[in-house]
């Protein structure tokens, strides 16, 4: 081999040499792009558990039972508010890189204010990412995955949506326990109740009570343990009436001054629930100050407020604000129940 065959050959071997560590490195920087935008979670059935905790403190672990969804092992969980977070899980997607001149900042900001999210299969952890602000558009959100092989995040954020939705992500993952918990307060079925106590304090013949003997027999009586005679059709509405009756917002804690002052005054109705267990469960009610100063429409001034109030209830432990449009139908009188007269022709 002459001198000028040699040179040809090592350079045509070190362009090789390049060739090979030039596609190499792109396959890399391919896979770890690939990588750092695989936010998804495909078979959302498989999912046993998902922790979400913000900067504030707050943190919420919802698993799945044999009872459904719970939230700190403590109360059920919505079910909207589980469905909106398993569809996120299974369908989010980029939308779009972080631009270089905008990466810094989104993660300085996400660094302060984004949540944290892991999931879990089993007792393995299978996710983990940081949900974080909305894009200018209002139609994304920006977020960061961890490489859980090396215990440390990607490099680069990115802005993530839901295809076909429109709207940021961060309101579907909830790190607050009050805003998983089922807003349910009552749910009775006629074969669960024995007794039912209604009680106006301060207007006691308004009060009555209802026995529930059996599913076909039952029991009106005034305050004073008087039997009444009462309309069997509106009696078994009104036992209806008992199921799946929710509050509007929990309020427990928020206003401790508020909640003692209503504590020491009595609450305008009392509504006593005796099981089949005769365990009783009692649901306090207290009139919300009128914030307003007429009625816009009828130009009345009202001393409460006409469409909110307040329910105390869980042994006094929980606060709740409720609507008289929901719960108006269970604070009525015993004349409610009047059998219709007859009039002779």
Same mark, same amino acid.
């Given at each position: 081999m002459n001198k000028k065959n040699s040179v040809i050959f090592i350079v045509l071997f070190l362009l090789i040499l390049v060739s090979v560590w030039v596609y190499r490195s792109k396959s890399k920087l391919s896979t770890v792009d690939e990588d750092s935008r695989n936010f998804r979670v495909k078979d959302t059935a498989s999912i046993t558990k998902i922790f979400i905790a913000d900067k504030a403190g707050d943190q919420a672990v919802v698993e799945r039972t044999s009872k459904g969804w719970v939230v700190n092992q403590k109360y059920p969980c919505r079910a909207e508010a589980i469905l909106n977070l398993l569809e996120v899980i299974k369908n989010v997607e980029v939308k779009m890189a972080v631009p270089n001149s905008m990466k810094k900042n989104v993660i300085k900001f996400?660094? %302060?204010?984004?949540?944290?999210? #892991?999931?879990?299969?089993?007792?393995?952890?299978?996710?983990?990412y940081y949900v974080g602000h909305e894009t200018d558009d209002s139609e994304s959100s920006y977020m960061l995955l961890t490489n859980l092989d090396e215990d440390k995040n990607y490099d680069s954020p990115y802005?993530? @949506?839901?295809p076909g939705f429109k709207g940021f992500l961060l309101p579907r993952?909830?790190?607050?326990?009050t805003e998983w918990r089922d807003r349910v307060v009552m749910n009775f079925s006629p074969p669960q109740i024995k007794q039912i106590n209604v009680i106006y304090?301060? %207007?006691?013949?308004?009060?009555?009570?209802? $026995?529930?003997?059996?599913?076909?027999?039952?029991? +009106?009586? $005034?305050?004073?343990?008087? #039997? +009444?005679? @009462?309309?069997?059709?509106?009696?078994?509405?009104?036992?209806?009436?008992?199921q799946n009756i929710s509050y509007e917002n929990l309020i427990s804690g928020r206003n401790k001054k508020l909640q003692d002052s209503l504590l020491k005054v009595k609450p305008f109705?009392?509504?006593q629930i005796v099981g089949q267990d005769f365990? %009783?469960?009692?649901? $306090?009610?207290y009139r919300k100050a009128f914030t307003g100063d007429v009625n816009p429409e009828l130009g009345v001034k009202y001393p409460y407020d006409p469409d909110r109030l307040f329910l105390n209830f869980d042994d006094k432990k929980?606060?709740? +604000?409720?609507?008289?449009?929901? @719960?108006?139908? +269970?604070?009525?009188?015993?004349?409610?129940?009047s059998p219709k007269i007859t009039v002779k022709k």
């Open positions: 996400m660094a %302060t204010n984004a949540l944290k999210v #892991e999931i879990y299969s089993g007792d393995e952890k299978i996710k983990q802005a993530c @949506f839901i993952y909830i790190a607050k326990e304090p301060q %207007t006691p013949d308004s009060s009555f009570s209802i $026995d529930v003997m059996d599913a076909k027999f039952f029991k +009106l009586k $005034d305050n004073k343990a008087k #039997e +009444l005679a @009462f309309d069997e059709v509106k009696m078994r509405q009104y036992l209806v009436y008992f109705v009392s509504i365990k %009783t469960k009692v649901f $306090d009610f929980e606060w709740a +604000l409720i609507q008289y449009f929901v @719960f108006g139908k +269970l604070l009525i009188g015993p004349n409610y129940f």
